[in-house]
């Protein structure tokens, strides 16, 4: 008996749902079946993505709240941000290591920057940590008035995805 809608007259997204997004663009880049997208017609920047797909049986990590301390807990560099962000990026390393995914697993990274401090240092830690990893994740930056200790001058926090 036929079914009234059979699926296979349906258009498909290349995962088989109906409808589909559209497209897969070049630009797109995939880590197992995780897509970071950069649609035709959108800006298209380095430092983040657009939006990220991810396979329903894909291994989340998610990384809390990261500041710039060291192993002993210790704030490095109280007055400066490109070290501190250097330092919450080198923890969220170690988390998602622990977690284990890496880098380049990352999905979505949330910043929060303390009062209103010039971000452009911090994006450079951020763009000297990804280098040339491929397609980034996408990125959310927030002033906040702030932190947990007033002199946490960045936090960072994150959700990693394996295929």
Not at 9 to 28: L, Q, T
Request: hydrophobic share 40%; proline share 8%; with cysteine.
């Amino acid at each position: 008996m036929k079914r009234p809608h059979d699926c296979r007259s349906v258009p498909r997204d290349p995962y088989g749902r109906p409808g589909g997004r559209g497209i897969i663009f070049a630009e797109e880049e995939k880590r197992g079946d995780i897509e970071r997208l950069n649609p035709e017609g959108m800006h298209s920047n380095p430092a983040y993505s657009q939006g990220v797909s991810l396979p329903a049986s894909a291994r989340i990590v998610l990384v809390g709240g990261q500041n710039g301390v060291d192993a002993q807990g210790r704030i490095v560099a109280r007055d400066d941000l490109p070290a501190q962000a250097a330092q919450a990026l080198s923890n969220l390393a170690k988390v998602l290591e622990a977690g284990g995914a890496e880098p380049e697993d990352l999905v979505s990274l949330s910043v929060y920057i303390a009062g209103d401090l010039d971000i452009g240092p911090a994006f450079g830690a951020w763009m000297a940590f990804w280098a040339n990893r491929g397609a980034p994740p996408i990125i959310k930056v927030l002033r906040v008035a702030g932190l947990g200790n007033p002199d946490f001058l960045i936090e960072t926090e994150a959700q990693a995805a394996i295929a």
